[in-house]
């Protein structure tokens, strides 16, 4: 992910999407409304989909999608997802509306590291990770053990609430690259 400020970067951004076959853009948090537009309205003329940190303005250009339930953004604070993991109607329905994918990487997800701690231990896990990485799960274990997770495991609740909410509402959740049950870095 580079940071793009002006059009002569996004350009080259672009170009290297096409020149690469991408087969998804996402655009990051600090791409402004207007490259935003651009890279959707690019994108499209491709046939390729455009995901965001951002549900607005994202999808009211047309964007396919939102990666996260609430994640960094240039603004400090998520407008999908209160510091409580609360969701609304405000935000559901737009996904649900525009057929748009949400991507609900559950960083409270480590919580549940309390009481299960079976991915830690998968050999699977401890061959393909790299040691800096299965050093950083071990941690979130620690962590989960040693505090009180009950604001967390309802911060989880929440998040998962809201996208539960989309799916019965006929809008679309898919899985995550990030695995889900780490700490943001």
Sequence with gaps: MRPTFDERQLELELERAEKLDYEL???????????????????????????????????????????????????????????????????????????????????????LFRDDTSLVTDRRVRTLYPAWEYTSLRKSVTAAKSADQTALLDNLRRQVAQAAAILRGGGRVITAPTPPSTTPP
């Design 25 to 111: 853009m996402k655009a990051y948090v600090r791409l402004s409304p207007e490259m935003h537009r651009r890279v959707i309205d690019w994108a499209h003329a491709r046939r390729l989909p455009v995901t965001s940190h951002y549900h607005h303005p994202a999808l009211a250009f047309g964007g396919d999608g939102m990666e996260h339930m609430g994640a960094t953004n240039r603004l400090g604070y998520s407008r999908t997802v209160s510091l409580l993991g609360s969701g609304y109607d405000d935000v559901v329905e737009p996904f649900v509306r525009r057929g748009a994918a949400r991507t609900p990487t559950l960083f409270a997800a480590s919580a």
